[in-house]
Protein backbone atom coordinates (compact mmCIF):
# COMPACT_ATOMS: atom_id res chain seq x y z
CA UNK A 1 0.00 0.00 0.00
CA UNK A 2 1.51 3.09 -1.08
CA UNK A 3 1.43 5.99 1.24
CA UNK A 4 -0.60 9.64 0.25
CA UNK A 5 0.12 12.17 2.95
CA UNK A 6 3.07 15.32 2.70
CA UNK A 7 4.78 14.93 6.32
CA UNK A 8 7.11 17.38 8.28
CA UNK A 9 9.77 15.80 10.88
CA UNK A 10 9.82 18.90 13.19
CA UNK A 11 13.70 18.38 13.31
CA UNK A 12 16.62 20.08 12.28
CA UNK A 13 16.25 17.95 9.16
CA UNK A 14 12.68 19.54 8.33
CA UNK A 15 13.16 21.60 4.87
CA UNK A 16 10.82 24.67 6.35
CA UNK A 17 13.20 24.46 9.40
CA UNK A 18 16.43 25.22 7.76
CA UNK A 19 14.18 27.82 5.51
CA UNK A 20 13.49 30.05 8.88
CA UNK A 21 16.58 29.38 10.13
CA UNK A 22 18.58 30.45 6.70
CA UNK A 23 15.63 33.52 6.57
CA UNK A 24 16.73 34.52 10.25
CA UNK A 25 20.45 34.24 9.84
CA UNK A 26 21.00 31.10 12.04
CA UNK A 27 24.00 28.46 12.42
CA UNK A 28 21.80 26.01 14.31
CA UNK A 29 18.17 25.34 15.54
CA UNK A 30 17.78 26.87 18.97
CA UNK A 31 15.74 24.04 19.87
CA UNK A 32 18.32 21.61 19.18
CA UNK A 33 21.76 23.76 19.42
CA UNK A 34 23.93 21.92 22.32
CA UNK A 35 25.30 25.32 23.98
CA UNK A 36 21.87 26.68 24.92
CA UNK A 37 20.44 26.96 28.83
CA UNK A 38 19.25 23.75 28.78
CA UNK A 39 23.10 22.34 28.31
CA UNK A 40 24.25 20.48 31.42
CA UNK A 41 20.86 19.44 31.91
CA UNK A 42 19.26 18.06 29.04
CA UNK A 43 20.57 17.01 25.45
CA UNK A 44 17.78 15.99 23.25
CA UNK A 45 20.28 14.23 21.00
CA UNK A 46 20.70 11.23 23.53
CA UNK A 47 16.95 11.12 23.81
CA UNK A 48 17.13 10.66 20.04
CA UNK A 49 19.68 8.14 20.07
CA UNK A 50 17.67 6.07 22.40
CA UNK A 51 14.55 5.59 20.02
CA UNK A 52 17.25 5.82 16.94
CA UNK A 53 18.97 2.64 18.34
CA UNK A 54 15.65 0.56 18.25
CA UNK A 55 15.30 1.03 14.62
CA UNK A 56 17.48 -1.97 13.51
CA UNK A 57 15.08 -3.81 15.04
CA UNK A 58 11.68 -3.00 13.67
CA UNK A 59 12.00 -6.18 11.63
CA UNK A 60 12.74 -9.67 12.05
CA UNK A 61 12.48 -13.42 11.35
CA UNK A 62 8.49 -14.58 11.43
CA UNK A 63 7.76 -17.72 13.01
CA UNK A 64 6.98 -20.58 10.25
CA UNK A 65 4.55 -21.79 12.42
CA UNK A 66 1.24 -19.93 14.41
CA UNK A 67 1.01 -20.98 18.28
CA UNK A 68 -2.25 -19.30 18.76
CA UNK A 69 -3.83 -20.17 15.87
CA UNK A 70 -5.69 -17.06 13.60
CA UNK A 71 -8.73 -16.39 15.43
CA UNK A 72 -9.16 -12.76 14.98
CA UNK A 73 -10.46 -12.05 18.55
CA UNK A 74 -8.05 -14.06 20.47
CA UNK A 75 -5.07 -12.73 18.29
CA UNK A 76 -6.61 -8.93 19.45
CA UNK A 77 -6.65 -10.02 23.28
CA UNK A 78 -3.21 -11.40 23.16
CA UNK A 79 -1.67 -8.27 21.16
CA UNK A 80 -3.65 -6.00 23.84
CA UNK A 81 -2.18 -7.97 26.41
CA UNK A 82 0.90 -7.84 25.52
CA UNK A 83 0.70 -4.11 24.65
CA UNK A 84 -0.57 -3.21 27.84
CA UNK A 85 1.61 -5.74 29.93
CA UNK A 86 4.46 -4.09 28.04
CA UNK A 87 3.66 -0.57 29.06
CA UNK A 88 1.46 1.11 27.11
CA UNK A 89 -1.32 3.16 27.95
CA UNK A 90 -3.79 2.06 25.57
CA UNK A 91 -3.86 -0.08 22.54
CA UNK A 92 -6.02 0.05 19.40
CA UNK A 93 -6.57 -1.58 16.18
CA UNK A 94 -7.42 -0.09 12.68
CA UNK A 95 -6.98 -1.07 8.81
CA UNK A 96 -4.04 0.61 7.32
CA UNK A 97 -5.32 3.58 4.45
CA UNK A 98 -2.95 5.09 2.76
CA UNK A 99 -3.41 8.74 4.68
CA UNK A 100 -2.13 7.22 7.17
CA UNK A 101 1.40 6.60 5.57
CA UNK A 102 3.60 9.31 4.37
CA UNK A 103 3.21 9.74 0.91
CA UNK A 104 6.83 8.16 -0.18
CA UNK A 105 6.79 5.42 2.24
CA UNK A 106 4.96 1.52 1.49
CA UNK A 107 4.06 -1.11 3.54
CA UNK A 108 2.63 -4.54 2.38
CA UNK A 109 0.46 -5.18 5.73
CA UNK A 110 -3.08 -4.55 6.34
CA UNK A 111 -3.61 -3.73 10.05
CA UNK A 112 -1.92 -1.39 12.58
CA UNK A 113 -1.42 -1.35 15.74
CA UNK A 114 -1.37 1.98 17.90
CA UNK A 115 0.35 1.85 21.51
CA UNK A 116 -0.18 5.63 23.61
CA UNK A 117 2.01 5.99 26.20
CA UNK A 118 0.79 9.03 28.43
CA UNK A 119 2.60 11.78 29.86
CA UNK A 120 3.16 12.93 33.65
CA UNK A 121 1.00 15.89 33.63
CA UNK A 122 1.89 17.12 36.73
CA UNK A 123 5.31 18.31 35.04
CA UNK A 124 4.02 21.12 33.53
CA UNK A 125 4.42 22.36 37.01
CA UNK A 126 8.14 22.43 37.07
CA UNK A 127 8.77 24.46 34.00
CA UNK A 128 9.10 24.12 30.08
CA UNK A 129 12.33 21.82 30.56
CA UNK A 130 10.71 18.88 32.42
CA UNK A 131 8.13 18.90 29.99
CA UNK A 132 10.00 18.66 27.31
CA UNK A 133 12.14 15.78 29.57
CA UNK A 134 8.83 13.75 30.27
CA UNK A 135 7.53 14.22 26.57
CA UNK A 136 11.36 12.60 25.09
CA UNK A 137 10.92 9.86 27.87
CA UNK A 138 7.52 9.12 26.46
CA UNK A 139 9.27 8.96 22.88
CA UNK A 140 11.50 6.38 23.72
CA UNK A 141 9.15 3.98 25.65
CA UNK A 142 7.00 3.92 22.60
CA UNK A 143 9.97 2.94 20.03
CA UNK A 144 10.52 0.49 22.89
CA UNK A 145 7.18 -1.05 23.28
CA UNK A 146 6.41 -0.70 19.70
CA UNK A 147 9.98 -3.00 18.54
CA UNK A 148 9.02 -5.26 21.74
CA UNK A 149 5.73 -5.67 20.24
CA UNK A 150 6.20 -6.51 16.99
CA UNK A 151 8.50 -8.82 17.96
CA UNK A 152 6.07 -10.84 19.91
CA UNK A 153 3.47 -10.25 16.91
CA UNK A 154 6.12 -12.05 14.54
CA UNK A 155 6.45 -15.05 16.90
CA UNK A 156 2.86 -15.63 16.84
CA UNK A 157 3.58 -16.29 13.01
CA UNK A 158 2.81 -12.92 11.78
CA UNK A 159 4.71 -10.37 9.93
CA UNK A 160 5.26 -7.04 11.91
CA UNK A 161 6.96 -3.90 11.67
CA UNK A 162 7.64 -1.79 13.94
CA UNK A 163 7.02 1.87 13.73
CA UNK A 164 7.95 4.92 16.19
CA UNK A 165 10.07 8.58 16.19
CA UNK A 166 13.09 6.21 14.56
CA UNK A 167 11.47 5.38 11.93
CA UNK A 168 8.55 8.20 11.09
CA UNK A 169 7.10 6.83 8.20
CA UNK A 170 3.30 6.72 9.74
CA UNK A 171 0.65 9.48 10.14
CA UNK A 172 -0.29 9.48 13.66
CA UNK A 173 -3.42 11.51 13.68
CA UNK A 174 -5.48 9.87 11.24
CA UNK A 175 -3.96 5.98 12.63
CA UNK A 176 -4.98 6.92 15.89
CA UNK A 177 -8.71 8.27 15.00
CA UNK A 178 -9.43 5.25 12.97
CA UNK A 179 -7.82 2.85 16.34
CA UNK A 180 -10.44 4.23 18.76
CA UNK A 181 -8.12 5.77 20.79
CA UNK A 182 -9.55 9.75 20.96
CA UNK A 183 -10.81 11.99 18.94
CA UNK A 184 -9.68 15.52 16.83
CA UNK A 185 -8.95 18.87 18.68
CA UNK A 186 -8.45 22.44 17.50
CA UNK A 187 -4.81 22.43 18.53
CA UNK A 188 -3.81 19.53 16.34
CA UNK A 189 -3.73 17.20 18.83
CA UNK A 190 -5.70 13.88 19.46
CA UNK A 191 -7.25 13.87 22.91
CA UNK A 192 -7.83 10.79 24.31
CA UNK A 193 -10.42 10.90 27.07
CA UNK A 194 -8.59 9.43 30.01
CA UNK A 195 -5.10 10.54 29.22
CA UNK A 196 -6.50 14.53 27.73
CA UNK A 197 -3.69 14.93 24.57
CA UNK A 198 -0.96 14.45 26.51
CA UNK A 199 0.74 11.25 25.44
CA UNK A 200 3.11 10.20 22.69
CA UNK A 201 2.45 6.92 20.15
CA UNK A 202 4.03 4.29 18.26
CA UNK A 203 2.88 1.51 15.96
CA UNK A 204 2.98 -2.10 14.40
CA UNK A 205 1.85 -2.28 11.15
CA UNK A 206 1.25 -6.43 10.57
CA UNK A 207 -0.68 -9.17 8.68
CA UNK A 208 -2.02 -10.59 12.01
CA UNK A 209 -5.80 -10.52 11.41
CA UNK A 210 -7.18 -8.51 14.15
CA UNK A 211 -10.31 -7.11 15.22
CA UNK A 212 -10.48 -3.23 13.64
CA UNK A 213 -11.79 -0.58 16.29
CA UNK A 214 -14.15 2.50 15.06
CA UNK A 215 -13.82 6.52 15.82
CA UNK A 216 -14.37 7.28 19.62
CA UNK A 217 -17.04 10.16 19.53
CA UNK A 218 -17.17 11.82 23.12
CA UNK A 219 -18.11 15.75 22.47
CA UNK A 220 -14.29 17.18 21.70
CA UNK A 221 -14.90 18.64 18.50
CA UNK A 222 -18.43 20.00 19.49
CA UNK A 223 -16.65 21.01 22.62
CA UNK A 224 -13.52 22.90 20.56
CA UNK A 225 -16.32 24.65 18.14
CA UNK A 226 -16.98 26.91 21.42
CA UNK A 227 -13.74 26.55 23.76
CA UNK A 228 -10.52 29.30 22.45
CA UNK A 229 -8.46 28.26 25.41
CA UNK A 230 -5.46 26.70 22.99
CA UNK A 231 -6.17 29.33 20.62
CA UNK A 232 -5.70 32.38 23.30
CA UNK A 233 -2.59 30.78 24.92
CA UNK A 234 -0.85 29.86 21.96
CA UNK A 235 1.97 32.64 21.98
CA UNK A 236 2.53 32.82 18.19
CA UNK A 237 -1.21 32.89 17.38
CA UNK A 238 -0.75 29.71 15.39
CA UNK A 239 -4.37 27.81 16.23
CA UNK A 240 -7.07 28.81 14.35
CA UNK A 241 -10.35 30.11 14.81
CA UNK A 242 -13.53 27.84 15.11
CA UNK A 243 -14.71 28.33 11.93
CA UNK A 244 -11.32 27.63 10.17
CA UNK A 245 -11.38 24.63 9.26
CA UNK A 246 -11.15 21.57 6.08
CA UNK A 247 -12.71 18.18 6.33
CA UNK A 248 -10.30 15.22 5.65
CA UNK A 249 -11.51 11.34 5.02
CA UNK A 250 -15.08 12.85 6.96
CA UNK A 251 -13.06 14.41 9.89
CA UNK A 252 -13.02 18.44 10.57
CA UNK A 253 -9.47 19.31 10.90
CA UNK A 254 -8.70 22.94 12.13
CA UNK A 255 -5.23 23.50 10.38
CA UNK A 256 -2.37 24.78 12.57
CA UNK A 257 -0.62 27.82 11.15
CA UNK A 258 3.04 25.51 10.81
CA UNK A 259 5.30 28.33 10.06
CA UNK A 260 4.04 30.55 12.99
CA UNK A 261 4.02 27.52 15.43
CA UNK A 262 7.56 26.90 14.70
CA UNK A 263 8.55 30.33 15.86
CA UNK A 264 7.56 29.21 19.27
CA UNK A 265 8.32 25.58 18.84
CA UNK A 266 11.45 25.14 17.15
CA UNK A 267 13.22 28.70 17.21
CA UNK A 268 13.38 29.21 20.79
CA UNK A 269 14.83 27.39 23.29
CA UNK A 270 12.08 26.20 25.21
CA UNK A 271 10.17 23.67 24.48
CA UNK A 272 6.38 24.73 23.33
CA UNK A 273 3.76 21.94 24.65
CA UNK A 274 1.23 24.87 25.91
CA UNK A 275 -1.97 24.13 23.72
CA UNK A 276 -1.43 20.47 25.23
CA UNK A 277 -0.90 21.88 28.94
CA UNK A 278 -3.70 24.18 28.98
CA UNK A 279 -6.26 22.04 27.23
CA UNK A 280 -9.34 21.44 29.20
CA UNK A 281 -9.78 17.74 28.23
CA UNK A 282 -6.84 17.32 30.55
CA UNK A 283 -9.58 16.93 33.62
CA UNK A 284 -12.79 17.53 31.64
CA UNK A 285 -13.84 13.61 30.47
CA UNK A 286 -11.51 11.72 32.92
CA UNK A 287 -12.65 13.92 36.33
CA UNK A 288 -9.52 13.21 37.48
CA UNK A 289 -9.69 15.44 40.82
CA UNK A 290 -5.39 15.87 40.91
CA UNK A 291 -5.32 16.52 37.06
CA UNK A 292 -7.93 18.99 37.62
CA UNK A 293 -5.63 20.58 40.70
CA UNK A 294 -2.97 20.58 38.38
CA UNK A 295 -4.83 22.44 35.48
CA UNK A 296 -6.07 24.93 38.14
CA UNK A 297 -2.73 25.52 39.26
CA UNK A 298 -1.26 25.68 35.53
CA UNK A 299 -3.91 28.36 34.26
CA UNK A 300 -3.36 30.97 37.31
CA UNK A 301 0.29 30.88 36.61
CA UNK A 302 -0.57 31.41 32.54
CA UNK A 303 -3.00 34.60 33.66
CA UNK A 304 -0.20 36.25 35.60
CA UNK A 305 2.54 35.78 33.18
CA UNK A 306 -0.16 36.12 30.44
CA UNK A 307 -1.80 33.91 27.88
CA UNK A 308 0.37 34.17 25.17
CA UNK A 309 3.47 34.50 26.92
CA UNK A 310 5.88 31.10 25.97
CA UNK A 311 6.53 28.84 28.57
CA UNK A 312 9.37 29.20 30.98
CA UNK A 313 12.12 27.35 32.80
CA UNK A 314 11.31 27.10 36.51
CA UNK A 315 14.28 28.52 36.95
CA UNK A 316 13.31 31.57 35.50
CA UNK A 317 9.81 31.50 36.83
CA UNK A 318 10.63 33.62 39.97
CA UNK A 319 11.73 36.20 37.66
CA UNK A 320 8.60 36.01 35.43
CA UNK A 321 5.86 35.26 37.71
CA UNK A 322 7.49 36.51 40.78
CA UNK A 323 7.37 34.40 44.48
CA UNK A 324 6.98 30.97 42.70
CA UNK A 325 5.11 29.78 45.67
CA UNK A 326 2.52 31.58 44.76
CA UNK A 327 -0.89 30.09 43.25
Same mark, same amino acid.
Given at each position: ???????????????????????????????????????????????????????????????????????????????????????????????????????? @????????????? !????????? !?????????????????????????????????????????????????????????? !????????????????? !????????????????????????? @???????????????????????????????????????????????? @???? @?????????????????????????????????????????????????
Amino acid at each position: MQGTSPYRRGDPRDTLVQEIREQKGLDEVPLFRKDGPKSGKFDVFDFIRDWESYTPQRNGAVNPDKPEGEDPARLTALIRAKALELGGDDVGFALLKPHMINHD @CAFDQPYIVSIIV !GENYARVLE !GALAVEMEAYRAYVECARISTELADYIRGLGFAALAEHNGTGEIQAIPALYDSGLGEL !GKHGSLIHPQLGPSFRP !GFVITDAPVVTGTPNIFGVQATCEN @CRICEQNCPPGAIKSSGDFVVTEGVKRWLVDIPACYEASRFRDEYCHI @CVDV @CPYQHKANKDPERAGIYKTLMKKRKRAGYRTPAWFIEDEERILGDKDRN
